[in-house]
């Protein structure tokens, strides 16, 4: 019997040029995999990426980046300002799923802290129900010699999206406490809980680090929650998230040929699978294929 002929694999089409990226610290070594990815995919493209926390990607509107990848969606000011230069909004493409963890130095023996205990810990206004402040560990159940260990606390700065999502989710919508060191990043506040026994911090499920411990979530319901695939994807983790890429297309138009290729491997399987390894949780088919129809990509 004769051999089929093979056929070949389509071509990948000839590109060049440089995409920018501006915008969160978050997914900065999401945005370092994939576009380490399409350099060999495309080696004729440039890629830089600018990791300076999610209000840099203004720079989408000032049209001094193609790609604007954020931990939070746009506010309305600044979904406003796009609006006046371009006439339209910018399309927000859910990327991957990301989850706010709260970390304590590894010597540390509490397990698990309640939302309402968090909220006492970190904010002035106290809005999810609890009485009154925390300011020791002993306040937490903790006993000997953590009994009256004082907690210091550390979080990201304001020009972080993550900052403004645990205000609102882990917060209750309240106001932080002045006494928390605000830091500008994952691995910041990680080594700042690392080098202090008392210390306590919230990062992205994303980022692992030596010397910290991951506390697990007491819901409202007494449950005691993980961040994980499972518990992000049936909704049950309270502090769960999408992370974004803002991108610049006009309704009824294309996408430039660069942004529209990156998207097409950020939304593969290949893409996908690059979430996995960097901690996070890969989009449901269903998700990946309506952001793929809202990119414009088959």
């Excluded at 990815?37 to 890629?47: A, C, H, Q, T």
């Excluded at 009154?132 to 979080?155: C, F, M, N």
Aim: with cysteine.
């Amino acid at each position: 019997m004769r051999a089929q002929p093979v056929t070949p694999a389509a071509p990948i089409p000839l590109l060049t040029g440089t995409l920018t990226s501006t915008g969160s610290d978050t997914l900065a070594s999401l945005m370092s995999g994939w576009a380490a990815d399409f350099s060999r995919r495309y080696p004729e493209v440039g890629v830089q990426i600018q990791a300076m926390g999610s209000a840099a990607a203004a720079a989408l509107a000032a049209g001094t980046a193609q790609l604007g990848p954020m931990s939070r969606p746009m506010s309305e000011p600044e979904i406003a300002g796009f609006r006046q230069r371009y006439g339209y909004a910018p399309l927000a493409l859910p990327v991957a799923q990301d989850a706010l963890v709260v970390m304590v130095n590894q010597a540390n023996p509490l397990e698990a802290i309640s939302q309402r205990q968090l909220d006492a810990i970190f904010s002035v206004t106290r809005q999810c129900g609890q009485a009154a402040p925390i300011r020791r560990w002993g306040d937490v159940g903790l006993t000997e010699e953590w009994r009256t260990l004082s907690l210091l606390r550390y979080g990201w700065n304001t020009a972080s999206g993550t900052q403004g999502f645990f205000r609102l989710r882990g917060l209750c919508g309240g106001d932080m406490q002045p006494t928390v060191n605000e830091l500008p990043g994952s691995v910041a506040v990680a080594q700042a809980v690392a080098a202090s026994v008392n210390a306590i911090g919230y990062t992205s499920m994303g980022f692992h680090a030596r010397g910290v411990k991951r506390l697990a979530i007491i819901d409202a319901a007494g449950h005691t929650l993980t961040a994980d695939a499972q518990t992000l994807r049936r909704g049950e983790y309270p502090f769960t998230r999408p992370l974004y890429l803002y991108v610049n297309k006009p309704p009824g138009k294309s996408l430039d040929p660069l942004t529209l290729a990156f998207l097409a491997r950020v939304l593969s399987d290949e893409g996908q699978e690059q979430v996995s390894q960097a901690g996070y949780v890969p989009l449901t088919q269903s998700q990946r294929l309506r952001a793929r129809r809202a990119a414009g990509l088959p």
